[in-house]
């Protein structure tokens, strides 16, 4: 729609959707989108930004002696058509640019819209580059007030953040301090219920249950809340959700007869026609409910029903808009067809008085009443600069704006400052994020004689209190069962307000009006009513898990014993002593004390198990990985020494050599354990974080970079002893311990690298466990795979392999 002025204002709104795009081939000028399902509601939206600027003009106080005229573009409901269109109002519509149309006023001293959050976000983004002032009636995404990255944004509806604050607001009033929440699983229902959890929280009020719509209609989920809803003694229930998503848990509600349920709606779904239906009365009438503010304008329906179309192409709007409220077309040329019927050809001349759309209702004007005010607003910051005195100005030298090369951010700078009061006495005015004055009117759904749910205004809310409200209710003294009536006053509150303490809390008194917490190491008992000691959990002998480890441990222990025995008895053999039988008793040794080491792991954590547990696993495994390394390198001296080249490889490898390696390796880890001991020692712990009602008895490790030494130097000698045996692997097969050694340090790490997620993502004793698990699997890995080849070999004589 468009009018010629001295100023023109732009508009963008939704009035039809976009169902797709059309076809892109980058080698023609694009088509204009063709768009469908024409909304009434928002036209008349659209319109009122043309009465009130028809307003303006016929006012001569109000920017006397200058015409306003006004360019209006449909975004369809769509990102791309929307931004094109602002870029479309801020640049000019011109195809050729010439010196005469670079100067004098901008296309649009502003624009208002658009409506979507989403959709403002990013034509905010370019617009504020140049200061082209914004004002949208329906954009409510709080992210919008943050000035640095949209300075010319502003905006005639509160922000999200505000209505959660008049959300509590009217739960205080009513002294509602145990209610549930249901919201949507987007931005607006997710960033909406975590500012009301925060004001819950700051007023001392709980919440009893909170929970997530499903995006689509999973009848499993409406099961599921329906469940949670009806299971829980608080009787309000707090709503923020658009009405599409939440239709299915309403028709849930319906089904299953639920009543008795306070329900409490925010803006999304505070006035939707969805619910209007009686079959919704019984469940949803009583429903209290957020609103926009509602406003009237003296005259605007009788201009609305004043429209007529014209053949100007600027403002075919109006003709789309006539063909789709009295079915008709005005293509002449072919019979135009709606599935069989055919359409009648549209005149011009049709009465609107004789139709009953969302386009002729002036009753309930809220996104139109906030077009009505950002029009206004536009106009009186136009007004201010117009009436600038020279040498008084606001800008550089105190100089005022110069009309015939007006700069958006001049008008920006006037709109900040705006306020002045509606005709129907709503002041408007901005704060500094460009933020209207946060005011909501409180809807009552009640029963028409029809039996449909009507909304009738019974308060109004804003950011300092409650007005208007109906007084609260004296209700029966009876409470539900596992609740305690709260006194208030010395008068019974309505059954709403019954007591009911959440985990942790208690009441210990009948007239008691708030939930007292329990102490650290205390929960609150069935009752509510006193806190007793929490559950201490840890990995004991007598856990099922606990016996399990702890006989996986025995077991490894005697199998070692078996093996050291078996190697002992056979110790003159040619298969012992060519695998080093020193070597191999220590190697038995210390997978002896890596299975014995588990049992410092199990039972309560004491100071001097806590210190021991991670020192002897640490030493122990040092001492294994150490002798597996010496072993390795034996092989391959005694490879090398096996041929010409190598004759004097054995003499730096002999006896003497191989025990001084690693005695030196291992008292490494003695010195890292001794000083990790002695500056950050471990020490038990009680830890509430994992689970609020029982404390997890666990061993602090003192020193992370202690504990990451130890690992990490078990992890440099595996590494070292893996790559070596790999390199040897494809010696001769009298040679084949390097075969072993390797398979086995491939388990070994193989282990130990599972091990780190997995411990990290375990609870309490599980990560223990986790622990114990590893340095269980990790030992029969090696003891298997190395010294099972040999138990199993028979005879024990053969000279075969070595």
Known sequence: MYQDGDFLIGGLFEVQYLKAFPDLSFRIEPKLPRCELFYMTSFQQARTMVFAINEINNNPSLLPNITLGYQIFDNCLRLGVAFRGAIALFSGTEETVSELSCKGPPPVIGIIGDPGSTHSIAISSVLGLFRVPMISFYA?????????KYPSFFRTIPSDAFQVRAMVQILRHFGWIWVGLIYSNNDYGVYAAQSFHQEMQLFGHCVAFSEILPNSNN???????????QASTARVVVVFSPSSLLIPLMNEVVLQNMTGKQWIASEAWATSPMFHSPRFHPFLGGTLSIAIRHGEIQGLRDFLLRLRPNTDQRNNMLKIFWENIFG????????????????????????????KTPYTDVSGLRASYNVYKAVYALAHALHDLIQCEKGRGPFSGNSCADMSNLKPWQLVHYLQKVNFTTGFGDNVSFDKNGDAVAIYDVLNWQPSSDGAIKFHKVGVV???AATGMPPRSVCSESCPPGTRRARKKGLPVCCFD????????????????????????????????????????????????????????????????????????????????????????????????CFLCVLLFIGQPQLWTCQLRH??????????????????????????SSQPEGKGAMKWFEATQQR???????????????????????????NNQYIRSKIVYECAVGSVAGFSMLLGYIGLLAAVSFLLAFLARKLPDNFNEAKFITFSMLIFCAVWITFVPAYVSSPGKYAVAMEIFAI???????LVAIFCPKVLHHPFTSREKH
């Open 140 to 148: 409510t995404c709080s992210c919008l007030s943050d000035r640095k």
């Open 219 to 229: 009848p499993r989920d409406i099961q599921r809340i329906m469940g949670v809803i």
């Open 328 to 355: 008709c077309s005005f293509e002449t040329e072919s019979k135009q067809t709606d599935g069989e019927q055919v359409k009648k050809v549209c005149t011009g001349l049709e009465d609107l008085n004789t139709t």
């Open 462 to 464: 804003s950011e300092g």
């Open 498 to 593: 019954c007591l009911q303490c959440g985990d942790g809390e208690i009441s210990n008194t009948t007239d008691a009006t708030e939930c007292i917490m329990c102490p650290d190491e205390f929960w609150s008992s069935t009752n509510k009513d006193q806190c007793v000691p929490k559950e201490v959990e840890f990995l004991s002998y007598e856990d099922p898990l606990g016996i399990s480890l702890t006989t996986a441990s025995l077991l490894g222990t005697c199998f070692c014993a078996l093996v050291l025995a078996v190697f002992a008895y056979h110790r003159h053999t040619p298969i012992v002593r060519a695998n080093n039988s020193e070597l191999s008793f220590m190697l038995l040794l210390s997978l002896k004390l």
């Open 615 to 640: 020192a002897v696993f640490g030493i122990s495994f040092v001492l294994c990985i150490s002798s597996i390394l010496v072993k390795t390198m034996v092989v391959i001296a005694v490879f090398k």
């Open 660 to 686: 001084c390696t690693v005695l030196i390796l291992t008292a490494l880890q003695i010195v890292i354990c001794a000083v990790w001991l002695s500056t950050a020692s471990p020490a038990p712990y009680k």
């Open 776 to 782: 269980l699997a990790s030992s029969f890995g090696l």
